[in-house]
């Protein structure tokens, strides 16, 4: 198995622009996770999905910031606009079965500098 | 914030010394997890103790669990250079889906 993959691995992009980030989760896992790293705030959960379905977007920042889950293969994470306050690491996470009794397994995450 | 603290949060050793480090959490927990992360990659799994367990091992790896303290602690004995990482515990809290990761601890392993 390839594990998660994300795309892109690094994002350059201007303040103002949208940022549409990737994720591949491992195939067979039902639950997916957004994670954003950084160093003030450490790793926060964004959002996460069950079955494709969104079950808890209360860590998304704010309005701006949107994520899908068409099929159960693939997630996107959306910034639009972006500002420079978003510039982090961005991990997609996948997990089969429910509760903390799983173990997560994270992509390699994307990083996202906006300037 | 919902997220646990980790204590130290950097720790420098010699090769073939012994790391600790320590979790605390806030509220009653199934499972606690620990997680490496190595620089400018992804967090990966390294072992899982249950509530209702004390103590796990894992090849060089030693998990403690206190609910009554609610905190744990993972203790790496001899040491490796590529063990060199930042460290990570997660937990359930509120028998949740959701892992909250605590703020980590940087070790670093000089050879």
């Known amino acids: 198995d390839a594990g998660v993959i994300q795309s892109p691995r690094h994002e350059v992009t201007e303040m103002g622009q949208e940022v549409t980030l990737r994720c591949k989760p491992i195939?067979?896992?039902?639950?997916l996770f957004w994670y954003r790293q950084t160093m003030m705030r450490g790793l926060e959960l964004l959002i996460y999905?069950?079955?494709?379905?969104?079950?808890?977007d209360s860590g998304m920042p704010e309005d701006r910031f949107s994520a899908k889950m068409p099929n159960a293969s693939f997630s996107t994470l959306k910034i639009q606009p972006s500002e420079p306050r978003d510039s982090a690491v961005y991990f997609c996470a996948s997990r089969r079965g429910q509760g903390g009794y799983y173990e997560q397994y994270f992509g390699p995450g994307t990083r996202l500098t906006v300037t | 914030s919902q997220q646990g603290e980790e204590d130290p949060q950097a720790l420098s050793i010699q090769e073939g010394e012994n790391a600790t480090m320590n979790c605390s959490y806030k509220t009653s927990i199934n499972n606690l997890q620990w997680y490496r992360q190595n620089s400018g990659r992804g967090l990966v799994h390294l072992i899982l103790i249950r509530s209702n367990e004390r103590e796990k091992h894992s090849g060089r790896l030693r998990v403690t669990l206190d609910t009554s303290k609610k905190s744990s602690s993972l203790l790496i004995t001899a040491s490796r250079a590529a063990d060199t990482a930042s460290y990570f515990c997660a937990t359930d809290e509120g028998n949740t889906d959701k892992l909250i990761f605590g703020t980590g601890t940087r070790l670093q392993v000089f050879p």
């Open positions: 195939s067979g896992h039902d639950y």
């Open positions: 999905f069950n079955n494709n379905v969104p079950i808890d």
